[in-house]
């Protein structure tokens, strides 16, 4: 009896910790620590969990082979597989968000996402294209990218980019912003892709020391593009103040005017690699422990 239970403690704690991963997780999900999905496995804890995971598979696999359990072998070979195959999609997992003006082209670098999870050998999608129209309409909007000389329509709904896929997001107006001086004409002129539909938004140039405040102000009369700016250097407000499209606002020396406005596209784009071999493994991880299970019973 004794030598029995010597035999099991192996396969028992490693499956003692594969539920406890599984049920940590679940209540970390549950408790809105963190997102679901690829995101729970950037915790220490779980990844260390993961590594004595699989260091518990390796020795219940040479168990197995030396006690001759062809059962035990099958579960351990069926679960190591499934545990390389969520390595690999994770690793090889991206996930990212950016923002495109119409006339801008996406190109695969990392300053080109303003958020979003990349696995650790995961590229960045090369998928270069351009945007060329933007159809805002609520959260049924569209944009319309050209790959190739190819043009596609994309909406909210995940559609396929080579080896990727992209959705649109949403969609918001850019203003340009225009900043000058008499000394040293034009400083910057910059697209900024803020969402004046959320309220008030900040900004800043690298090249200037400034912070800008801006939201839509309520038309007056006819006047239909008018903003709320404000310019900042630390804690000063430099000027505060109704600044129409197109009207040069005097700052310290500068001239700041909102010179046109374009619209431009909230967009996503991943990249799951490996995601057939892991739903084929969990499939065969089950098919196997239920195997296992009616052959016990039937034993």
């Not at 597989?81 to 695969?108: Q, V």
């Not at 006047?223 to 709320?228: I, Q, R």
Request: proline letters at 4%; aromatic letters at 8%; hydrophobic letters at 45%.
């Amino acid at each position: 009896m004794s030598n029995l239970q010597s035999k099991n403690i192996i396969p028992l704690v490693t499956l003692g910790l594969a539920l406890s991963l599984l049920v940590w997780s679940l209540v970390l999900t549950l408790a809105g620590a963190v997102k679901p999905g690829w995101q729970l496995l950037d915790l220490t804890v779980v990844r260390f969990w993961g590594l004595l995971l699989a260091l518990g598979l390796l020795a219940t696999l040479v168990t197995a082979l030396l006690n001759r359990s062809r059962t035990q072998l099958c579960l351990c070979l069926s679960a190591l597989l499934l545990l390389l195959a969520t390595t690999y999609a994770y690793l090889f997992h991206f996930e990212g968000a950016l923002s495109l003006a119409e006339g801008e082209s996406y190109e695969p670098y990392p300053t080109s996402f303003s958020s979003g999870h990349k696995g650790g050998l995961a590229p960045f999608p090369q998928a270069p294209f351009t945007l060329t129209r933007v159809e805002p309409d609520g959260k049924k909007g569209r944009a319309v990218i050209v790959q190739k000389g190819i043009g596609t329509e994309i909406d909210t709904n995940w559609r396929s980019l080579g080896s990727n896929e992209i959705r649109f997001k949403g969609a918001a107006l850019a203003p340009l912003i225009v900043v000058s001086s008499k000394e040293k004409g034009e400083l910057e002129r910059s697209y900024v892709k803020v969402d004046l539909s959320q309220g008030e938004q900040v900004f800043e140039f690298d090249t200037l020391p400034y912070q800008f405040l801006l939201r839509r102000d309520q038309p007056k009369g006819e006047e239909k593009d008018l903003f709320h700016l404000e310019v900042r250097r630390g804690k000063l407000s430099l000027f505060e103040g109704s600044a129409r499209l197109g009207q040069k606002v005097a700052v310290q020396g500068m001239e700041v005017s909102i010179n046109d406005q374009r619209k431009f596209a909230l967009l996503e784009i991943r990249t799951r690699r490996g995601l057939a071999a892991l739903q084929a493994a969990a499939v065969l991880f089950a098919v196997v422990a239920v195997l296992a299970v009616v052959r016990r019973k039937a034993i």
